[in-house]
């Protein structure tokens, strides 16, 4: 494999695509190629008409000329709880002309301020310019549909071309050093080849490529350590069709009401007529406490002693990124006898591991490996979940939590594919040697897009990850936490890190999970 590396870079290749490197390096059967495209298939966007850039802001979808409209319940009266309620959202360009195809990014709640409910909303894109949005009534009372324009259709093309091809927005370096040597080189998944030789670090185990440039006078053994130093501005003429407040994250106005009132179901009432097609939310916010609607029973833990009961004789592994330590940090602060040991590594990966000698709680925090956002940090400390679930005993006493999304979002979307490939053969190999194992998944959430990184910090990217997780791993003995809706239907700010209070009802649905 070396000497057809070096082949490829003596013959002067410009840039060897990750998708060559993929079905090349990776060990890849034709039913993962299958899988993969079905998968590609099924997050394509619709397609906005093609216009060569730059493009003009007056063709441009436009929040404030655009407007939803509440329908009326199905069969007249009153909504009751219970019911199903439809909008139609309506857009509009710039200069006011209704839009004709579909594309655009929207998000969708509705919301009692007063009660803290909140509930999202299931968006239907019609492809003509005109959308439903969907939403279950689960409480009574006078609540209000919210409607954003998260993206408009027009700046989707750009964010699909964004690390499309390759890794892009961010700069991944290793520092190698030898006695009193010491280099930084440049690395990533695929890098242009150049005279400079590269050190394949690609693991044997499971087939995850990284590679970086060789330094000068050190051997590729020399790496200690991998870092990033600065997230990159994406600069394009397509930069209008991402400010805040005039392109992105834009409120669209309601034409009549905004508003709906719903009643309490009487005995013998029936709920108005619902579009089977359309599937429900997974649960809802109700005075600030997450309730589920797909069957399963949230559990309360509020105090300490609910909490170490639930984990008694326990051992937690957490294997992911920052979102998935919240949780351990949340667990390490509630529970004042579960001491906590970083192990001298730094905060960002870990590995953590906490002990509560006498409830016999034994929970561990470790990063997912490459490619990681953080700050200098020892390569030996950066390992695949793949390989560390391939570690485990598991049995009825072992829980599993897997969180991989955000650091993925600015790589090629068939290179996430194929991480979840690995992982998810690994627990299988994990369900069958242990099969009364609970592996609970944490999905990705909503998070803040700040200027000038909204490109890099998009929702969308999110969006089609998410998707793809939840697919691959549908009907296998595994356990979902919805942070995606759990952060959409909730009053507080979106932000890559949730909230405590976000936190604390995640906590109750993991606990829920392991102690149902």
Not at 310 to 323: A, E, I, Q
Not at 350 to 367: E, H, M, N, S, W
Not at 463 to 484: E, N, P, S
């Amino acid at each position: 494999m070396d000497r057809a590396w070096k082949g490829l870079q003596k013959a002067g290749f410009i840039f060897l695509s990750l998708s060559l490197l993929v079905y090349t390096l990776y060990d890849i059967d034709f039913l993962e190629i299958d899988e993969e495209n079905t998968l590609l298939g099924y997050i394509a966007w619709p397609n906005t008409p093609s216009v060569p850039p730059p493009v003009s802001l007056n063709d441009t979808s436009n929040a404030a000329h655009s407007n939803f409209v509440i329908l009326p319940r199905p069969g007249g009266g009153s909504w009751l709880v219970g019911d199903q309620l439809e909008v139609m959202i309506n857009m509009f360009d710039f200069k006011g002309r209704p839009k004709t195809h579909g594309g655009d990014f929207l998000l969708t709640r509705l919301r009692n301020r007063k009660l803290k409910a909140g509930v999202a909303g299931q968006v239907v894109d019609h492809l003509n310019g005109t959308y439903s949005a969907v939403f279950s009534l689960p409480w009574e009372g006078k609540s209000e549909v919210e409607v954003t324009l998260v993206h408009p259709s027009e700046a989707i093309p750009f964010l699909q071309r964004f690390a499309g091809e390759k890794p892009d927005g961010v700069d991944f370096y290793s520092t190698f050093q030898s006695g009193s040597l010491t280099e930084n080189t440049t690395c990533s998944v695929c890098l242009p080849p150049t005279q400079q030789p590269q050190c394949n670090y690609t693991d044997l185990n499971t087939g995850e490529l990284w590679f970086c440039y060789k330094p000068q006078n050190m051997s590729c053994d020399a790496r200690i350590s991998h870092f990033v130093t600065n997230h990159k501005p994406v600069k394009a003429k397509e930069d209008i069709l991402f400010k805040h407040g005039v392109t992105m994250n834009v409120g669209i106005p309601a034409s009549g009401p905004a508003h709906v009132t719903v009643s309490p179901k009487n005995k013998g009432q029936l709920s108005a007529k619902s579009n089977k097609d359309i599937p429900g939310p997974v649960g809802y916010y109700y005075k600030g406490l997450w309730s589920s609607l797909s069957g399963s029973t949230v559990k309360r833990f509020n105090s300490a002693s609910a909490i170490s009961q639930c984990l008694k004789d326990k051992v937690v592994h957490m294997y992911g990124d920052s979102t998935v330590r919240q949780w351990f940090e949340f667990l390490s602060g509630e529970l004042s006898d579960l001491k906590v040991y970083n192990l001298h590594n730094l905060k960002q990966c870990g590995p953590y591991l906490a002990l509560d000698y006498a409830q016999k709680i034994f929970v561990t925090f470790r990063c997912h490996g490459l490619p990681v956002r953080i700050v200098p940090s020892p390569v030996t400390e950066l390992r695949y979940v793949a390989n560390e679930l391939d570690g485990i005993t598991g049995g009825k006493n072992t829980v599993v939590v897997i969180g991989v999304w955000a650091h993925f979002t600015t790589f090629p979307i068939k290179y996430y594919i194929r991480r979840l490939m690995s992982i998810r053969k690994a627990v299988f190999r994990l369900l069958a040697r242990a099969p009364e194992t609970r592996i609970i998944i944490r999905t990705a959430n909503l998070k803040q897009s700040p200027t000038p990184f909204s490109v890099l910090f998009s929702d969308w990217p999110s969006l089609q990850r998410d998707k793809i997780l939840r697919t691959m791993f549908q009907g296998m003995d595994v356990y979902f936490v919805d942070a995606w809706e759990m952060t959409v239907a909730h009053y507080r700010k979106h932000n890559i890190h949730p909230p405590h209070p976000i936190i604390k009802n995640m906590i109750d649905v993991v606990l829920s999970y392991v102690c149902p």
